[in-house]
């Protein structure tokens, strides 16, 4: 009898710890169609198993000792699927939040594998409307550097290389208010934007300041009241820009202006925040940010936006370094990849988070 219980726990224990009896993860394979996306994993025989969904990862949880064939492919929506071997366990991490996933068992049928099916919505994404502005055009030159270089000239060439390099990614559309040397209202700035249903506005200037050894990028929001002496005096003389075309655009009363600023303006200046946020990250990694780089001030070009805007002044033309570099290729080209770096962050970041 003892003998009979002993050989009973010895094959109890044999069966359970041996590979031999386990089930096999044979393959895992990938399906579409236009709404909806299917992950199915071959199993060599019938299983159960319990799944977690957390936000960008699914969890699933088996009864059996599993034993991978070979190792997982991905599709585009998946950064990794990895598989815990001590603990029966596979962890599909997604790219981004996955929704409502329905997961479910096909029981293995004829000579079929058994399958696990993880069935999830296809979530198109739309293309991002990005809308460059380079600043002044035209009659209207901008700052005039030390060198003579002008500011029109400049932002023309930085618009024109961002239009280039957004274009390499399909997430993005890019609209500039102006492809060529030409006159453009602040006003008329805007209404591309609005009438091109733009996601984010960004308009390039190259600065002038009275002390020549002031120099770095800085970015600025719209804000009624600005931060700081010397960037109300730049909001000063980039809204000039109107008067130049004869028509004082700028003179909204400052009763309707704040209204506007109050209420339907919060949401559209948090989110310039972070998207100058982005632009600061990145750009600090390689270049030579201001001091306090994000300031705010009530720039014309940025009101009346209800999307999210920034001006960025790529440097200051009164400076002798900066006004090298901002001709400079390399520094254009450089400019120009930190702010797609820091766009297609932001765009990330408003994805994971809505
Ligand atoms: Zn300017």
Wanted: aromatic residues 10%; proline residues 1%.
């Amino acid at each position: 009898m003892k003998l009979i219980i002993k050989t009973i726990i010895y094959f109890l224990f044999f069966f359970y710890s041996s590979e031999l009896f386990s089930l096999e993860i044979k393959n895992v394979r990938f399906g579409s169609n236009a709404d909806a996306k299917r992950i199915v994993f071959d199993i060599s025989n019938d299983v159960t198993f319990k799944y977690k969904v957390l936000e960008k990862k699914i969890e699933i949880k088996f009864d059996k000792k599993l034993i991978l064939e070979k190792p997982f492919k991905t599709n585009e929506d998946l950064k990794e699927i990895n598989f815990d071997k001590t603990n029966n366990l596979i962890i599909l991490t997604f790219k981004r939040n996955i929704h409502s996933p329905n997961i479910y068992f096909l029981k293995k049928k004829n000579n079929k594998y058994a399958r696990v099916v993880i069935d999830y919505k296809n979530k198109q994404k739309k293309r991002k409307i990005v809308v460059v502005d380079p600043g002044h055009g035209g009659r209207d030159s901008g700052a005039v550097g030390i060198t003579k270089q002008l500011e029109k000239n400049i932002t023309l060439k930085v618009a024109l290389l961002l239009k280039k390099e957004f274009r390499k990614y399909d997430e993005f559309h890019v609209i500039l208010t102006r492809e060529k040397d030409v006159y453009l209202k602040l006003r008329e700035r805007t209404k591309i934007a609005k009438n091109s249903n733009a996601d984010i506005f960004i308009s390039l200037h190259a600065d002038f300041n009275k002390n020549r050894r002031t120099r770095g990028i800085s970015l600025y929001t719209l804000s009624e009241k600005a931060s700081d002496r010397e960037a109300e005096d730049l909001a000063r003389r980039e809204n000039r820009s109107d008067f130049l075309g004869n028509v004082d655009l700028t003179s909204e009363s400052s009763e309707v202006t704040n209204i506007l600023i109050d209420l339907t303006k919060r949401e559209t200046l948090n989110q310039s925040s972070h998207l100058v946020n982005f632009l600061i990250k990145d750009i600090k990694s390689e270049m030579n940010l201001l001091k306090r780089a994000h300031r705010f001030a009530g720039f014309t070009v940025l009101k009346s936006l209800d999307i999210p805007s920034v001006l960025i002044e790529m440097g200051y033309l009164s400076n002798k370094e900066d006004s090298k570099l901002l001709v400079s290729n390399s520094y254009q080209k450089k400019i120009t990849s930190n702010i797609v770096k820091a766009v297609k962050n932001y765009f990330d970041w408003i994805e994971n988070n809505n």
